[in-house]
Protein backbone atom coordinates (compact mmCIF):
# COMPACT_ATOMS: atom_id res chain seq x y z
CA UNK A 1 0.00 0.00 0.00
CA UNK A 2 1.05 3.44 -0.96
CA UNK A 3 -0.35 6.23 1.22
CA UNK A 4 0.69 9.70 0.59
CA UNK A 5 1.74 11.30 3.93
CA UNK A 6 -0.23 14.37 3.17
CA UNK A 7 -3.07 12.32 2.68
CA UNK A 8 -6.11 11.99 5.15
CA UNK A 9 -7.12 8.21 5.04
CA UNK A 10 -10.18 7.63 7.98
CA UNK A 11 -9.33 4.83 10.58
CA UNK A 12 -12.83 3.10 9.35
CA UNK A 13 -11.71 3.14 5.31
CA UNK A 14 -11.19 -0.28 4.06
CA UNK A 15 -8.41 -0.31 1.40
CA UNK A 16 -6.57 -3.21 -0.16
CA UNK A 17 -3.06 -4.13 0.36
CA UNK A 18 -1.67 -2.29 -2.88
CA UNK A 19 -4.23 1.04 -3.60
CA UNK A 20 -2.28 3.90 -3.97
CA UNK A 21 -3.35 7.38 -2.21
CA UNK A 22 -1.97 10.51 -3.82
CA UNK A 23 -1.41 13.71 -1.80
CA UNK A 24 -3.76 15.82 -0.09
CA UNK A 25 -6.73 13.19 -1.01
CA UNK A 26 -9.16 12.61 1.70
CA UNK A 27 -10.53 9.25 2.56
CA UNK A 28 -13.93 8.73 4.22
CA UNK A 29 -14.81 5.50 7.32
CA UNK A 30 -17.01 4.48 5.22
CA UNK A 31 -15.29 3.95 2.07
CA UNK A 32 -13.88 0.78 0.43
CA UNK A 33 -11.12 0.64 -2.09
CA UNK A 34 -10.47 -2.43 -4.10
CA UNK A 35 -7.28 -3.78 -5.34
CA UNK A 36 -5.12 -2.16 -8.25
CA UNK A 37 -7.19 1.36 -7.05
CA UNK A 38 -4.87 4.34 -7.71
CA UNK A 39 -6.18 7.66 -6.01
CA UNK A 40 -4.66 10.67 -7.19
CA UNK A 41 -4.10 13.80 -5.48
CA UNK A 42 -6.76 16.13 -4.14
CA UNK A 43 -9.38 13.65 -4.66
CA UNK A 44 -12.46 13.27 -2.44
CA UNK A 45 -13.75 9.88 -1.72
CA UNK A 46 -16.76 9.84 1.01
CA UNK A 47 -20.16 9.02 1.79
CA UNK A 48 -20.70 4.48 2.03
CA UNK A 49 -18.87 4.00 -1.24
CA UNK A 50 -17.42 0.84 -2.78
CA UNK A 51 -14.78 1.11 -5.43
CA UNK A 52 -13.80 -2.65 -7.41
CA UNK A 53 -10.60 -3.17 -8.58
CA UNK A 54 -8.24 -1.30 -11.13
CA UNK A 55 -9.92 2.45 -10.79
CA UNK A 56 -8.30 5.27 -11.70
CA UNK A 57 -9.07 8.75 -9.56
CA UNK A 58 -8.04 11.65 -10.67
CA UNK A 59 -7.30 14.85 -9.06
CA UNK A 60 -9.68 17.39 -7.90
CA UNK A 61 -12.99 14.48 -8.43
CA UNK A 62 -15.36 14.13 -5.42
CA UNK A 63 -16.72 10.73 -5.41
CA UNK A 64 -19.37 9.30 -3.17
CA UNK A 65 -20.98 12.85 -1.49
CA UNK A 66 -24.32 13.38 -0.14
CA UNK A 67 -26.40 14.28 -3.31
CA UNK A 68 -27.94 17.27 -4.63
CA UNK A 69 -31.14 16.56 -3.43
CA UNK A 70 -33.47 19.14 -0.71
CA UNK A 71 -34.94 15.82 0.56
CA UNK A 72 -31.87 14.25 1.72
CA UNK A 73 -31.20 14.50 5.22
CA UNK A 74 -28.07 12.60 6.04
CA UNK A 75 -29.33 9.12 5.44
CA UNK A 76 -26.92 6.47 4.84
CA UNK A 77 -26.55 6.11 1.54
CA UNK A 78 -24.90 4.26 -1.07
CA UNK A 79 -22.59 4.45 -4.08
CA UNK A 80 -21.45 1.10 -5.68
CA UNK A 81 -18.80 1.04 -8.04
CA UNK A 82 -17.29 -1.64 -10.28
CA UNK A 83 -13.80 -2.29 -11.98
CA UNK A 84 -11.46 -0.71 -13.94
CA UNK A 85 -13.13 2.72 -14.22
CA UNK A 86 -11.47 6.27 -14.87
CA UNK A 87 -12.88 9.46 -13.27
CA UNK A 88 -10.89 12.26 -14.20
CA UNK A 89 -10.64 16.18 -13.31
CA UNK A 90 -13.80 17.64 -11.08
CA UNK A 91 -15.79 14.67 -11.90
CA UNK A 92 -18.86 14.48 -9.41
CA UNK A 93 -20.34 11.34 -8.33
CA UNK A 94 -23.29 11.26 -5.92
CA UNK A 95 -24.79 8.32 -3.86
CA UNK A 96 -28.08 7.86 -3.99
CA UNK A 97 -31.11 8.84 -1.74
CA UNK A 98 -33.91 6.78 0.40
CA UNK A 99 -36.69 7.77 -2.02
CA UNK A 100 -35.08 5.45 -4.66
CA UNK A 101 -33.45 2.69 -3.61
CA UNK A 102 -30.67 4.12 -1.88
CA UNK A 103 -27.70 3.49 -4.53
CA UNK A 104 -26.16 5.12 -6.92
CA UNK A 105 -24.55 2.10 -9.19
CA UNK A 106 -21.64 2.51 -12.20
CA UNK A 107 -20.40 -0.52 -13.48
CA UNK A 108 -17.07 -1.53 -15.24
CA UNK A 109 -14.94 0.05 -17.62
CA UNK A 110 -16.49 3.45 -18.09
CA UNK A 111 -14.26 6.83 -18.72
CA UNK A 112 -15.92 10.34 -17.14
CA UNK A 113 -13.99 12.83 -18.33
CA UNK A 114 -13.46 16.34 -17.03
CA UNK A 115 -16.37 17.70 -15.17
CA UNK A 116 -18.84 15.21 -16.23
CA UNK A 117 -21.34 14.27 -12.83
CA UNK A 118 -23.74 11.38 -12.37
CA UNK A 119 -26.16 12.25 -9.66
CA UNK A 120 -28.11 10.57 -7.38
CA UNK A 121 -29.92 7.26 -7.49
CA UNK A 122 -28.28 6.83 -11.19
CA UNK A 123 -27.63 3.60 -13.22
CA UNK A 124 -24.62 3.34 -15.32
CA UNK A 125 -24.06 0.13 -17.10
CA UNK A 126 -20.70 -1.31 -18.69
CA UNK A 127 -18.09 -0.27 -21.15
CA UNK A 128 -19.66 3.83 -21.25
CA UNK A 129 -17.78 7.32 -22.02
CA UNK A 130 -18.69 10.69 -21.04
CA UNK A 131 -17.24 13.30 -22.28
CA UNK A 132 -16.29 16.37 -20.46
CA UNK A 133 -19.49 17.82 -18.78
CA UNK A 134 -21.65 15.74 -19.70
CA UNK A 135 -24.19 15.33 -17.11
CA UNK A 136 -27.20 12.99 -15.23
CA UNK A 137 -29.93 14.43 -13.51
CA UNK A 138 -30.99 11.87 -10.49
CA UNK A 139 -32.81 8.57 -11.17
CA UNK A 140 -31.22 8.20 -15.29
CA UNK A 141 -30.48 4.49 -15.96
CA UNK A 142 -27.52 4.38 -18.91
CA UNK A 143 -27.17 1.01 -20.56
CA UNK A 144 -23.92 -0.33 -22.11
CA UNK A 145 -21.53 0.78 -24.58
CA UNK A 146 -23.29 4.28 -24.77
CA UNK A 147 -21.51 7.40 -25.43
CA UNK A 148 -22.33 11.15 -23.98
CA UNK A 149 -21.28 13.92 -26.13
CA UNK A 150 -19.41 16.95 -24.35
CA UNK A 151 -21.72 19.32 -22.74
CA UNK A 152 -24.92 16.73 -22.91
CA UNK A 153 -27.24 16.31 -20.38
CA UNK A 154 -30.48 14.04 -19.22
CA UNK A 155 -33.20 14.78 -17.75
CA UNK A 156 -34.26 13.04 -14.17
CA UNK A 157 -35.38 9.66 -14.45
CA UNK A 158 -34.79 9.38 -18.05
CA UNK A 159 -32.97 6.19 -19.85
CA UNK A 160 -30.56 5.70 -22.72
CA UNK A 161 -30.43 2.75 -23.98
CA UNK A 162 -27.71 0.21 -25.02
CA UNK A 163 -25.29 1.49 -27.60
CA UNK A 164 -27.04 4.67 -28.19
CA UNK A 165 -24.72 7.94 -28.63
CA UNK A 166 -25.98 11.03 -27.00
CA UNK A 167 -24.43 14.31 -29.30
CA UNK A 168 -22.58 16.89 -27.75
CA UNK A 169 -24.51 19.86 -26.49
CA UNK A 170 -28.22 17.55 -26.86
CA UNK A 171 -30.09 18.21 -23.88
CA UNK A 172 -32.11 14.61 -22.96
CA UNK A 173 -35.86 14.90 -21.96
CA UNK A 174 -37.26 11.53 -23.05
CA UNK A 175 -35.94 7.99 -23.04
CA UNK A 176 -33.41 7.44 -26.33
CA UNK A 177 -34.01 3.80 -27.22
CA UNK A 178 -31.01 1.43 -28.17
CA UNK A 179 -28.62 1.81 -30.83
CA UNK A 180 -29.88 5.83 -31.64
CA UNK A 181 -27.59 8.07 -32.11
CA UNK A 182 -29.85 11.38 -30.34
CA UNK A 183 -29.10 15.37 -31.35
CA UNK A 184 -30.66 18.47 -30.78
CA UNK A 185 -32.08 20.48 -28.07
CA UNK A 186 -34.31 18.91 -27.04
CA UNK A 187 -33.09 16.01 -28.35
CA UNK A 188 -34.64 14.15 -31.09
CA UNK A 189 -33.52 10.90 -33.05
CA UNK A 190 -30.79 11.46 -36.13
CA UNK A 191 -30.30 7.61 -37.17
CA UNK A 192 -28.51 4.37 -36.11
CA UNK A 193 -25.21 4.27 -34.36
CA UNK A 194 -24.30 1.38 -37.10
CA UNK A 195 -20.01 2.60 -36.22
CA UNK A 196 -20.20 1.81 -32.79
CA UNK A 197 -22.18 -0.99 -33.59
CA UNK A 198 -19.89 -2.47 -36.23
CA UNK A 199 -17.06 -1.68 -33.85
CA UNK A 200 -18.25 -3.83 -31.19
CA UNK A 201 -18.94 -6.79 -33.39
CA UNK A 202 -22.11 -6.55 -34.69
CA UNK A 203 -22.35 -8.16 -38.09
CA UNK A 204 -23.84 -6.49 -41.28
CA UNK A 205 -26.63 -8.48 -41.22
CA UNK A 206 -27.69 -7.33 -37.45
CA UNK A 207 -26.58 -3.65 -38.51
CA UNK A 208 -29.12 -4.14 -41.54
CA UNK A 209 -32.12 -5.53 -38.65
CA UNK A 210 -31.48 -2.44 -36.40
CA UNK A 211 -31.91 0.29 -39.27
CA UNK A 212 -35.02 -1.69 -40.79
CA UNK A 213 -36.41 -1.54 -36.87
CA UNK A 214 -35.52 2.01 -36.66
CA UNK A 215 -37.12 2.35 -39.95
CA UNK A 216 -40.43 1.29 -38.85
CA UNK A 217 -39.99 3.12 -34.94
CA UNK A 218 -39.03 6.67 -37.28
CA UNK A 219 -39.53 6.58 -40.62
CA UNK A 220 -43.29 4.89 -41.66
CA UNK A 221 -44.82 7.49 -39.39
CA UNK A 222 -46.96 4.48 -37.48
CA UNK A 223 -48.68 5.44 -34.30
CA UNK A 224 -45.97 3.96 -31.84
CA UNK A 225 -48.32 0.77 -30.51
CA UNK A 226 -48.27 -0.11 -34.45
CA UNK A 227 -44.72 0.32 -34.84
CA UNK A 228 -44.16 -1.68 -31.78
CA UNK A 229 -46.44 -4.38 -33.01
CA UNK A 230 -44.09 -4.98 -36.25
CA UNK A 231 -41.05 -4.81 -33.90
CA UNK A 232 -42.50 -7.47 -31.72
CA UNK A 233 -43.04 -9.52 -34.60
CA UNK A 234 -39.07 -8.83 -35.65
CA UNK A 235 -37.98 -9.56 -32.60
CA UNK A 236 -39.07 -13.08 -32.67
CA UNK A 237 -36.26 -13.94 -35.00
CA UNK A 238 -33.97 -11.58 -34.54
CA UNK A 239 -32.94 -11.05 -31.48
CA UNK A 240 -31.44 -7.52 -31.71
CA UNK A 241 -34.16 -5.72 -32.64
CA UNK A 242 -35.63 -7.88 -29.26
CA UNK A 243 -34.13 -4.57 -27.33
CA UNK A 244 -35.95 -1.99 -29.11
CA UNK A 245 -39.10 -3.56 -27.88
CA UNK A 246 -37.77 -4.36 -24.56
CA UNK A 247 -36.61 -0.52 -23.75
CA UNK A 248 -40.23 0.78 -24.95
CA UNK A 249 -42.20 -1.39 -22.84
CA UNK A 250 -39.97 -0.27 -19.87
CA UNK A 251 -40.34 3.63 -20.91
CA UNK A 252 -42.23 5.91 -18.38
CA UNK A 253 -41.17 9.19 -19.49
CA UNK A 254 -41.97 8.35 -23.63
CA UNK A 255 -38.99 7.81 -26.04
CA UNK A 256 -37.61 10.39 -28.31
CA UNK A 257 -39.58 11.05 -31.10
Request: hydrophobic letters at 40%; charged letters at 20%.
Amino acid sequence: MSIDARAVVAPGARLASDVEIGPFSIIGPDVEIGSGCRIGPHAVISGHTRLGKNNKVFQFASIGDAPQDKKYKDEPTRLEIGDENVFREFVTINRGTPQDKGVTHIGNDNLFMAYSHVAHDCFVGDHCVFANVATLGGHVEVGDYVIMGGLSAVHQFCKIGAHAFVANNAAVTRDVPPYVIAVGQPAEPRSVNSTGLSRRGFTPEQVRNIKNAYRILYRLDLPLEQALGMLREAATTQVEVAAFVEFIGRSARSIVR
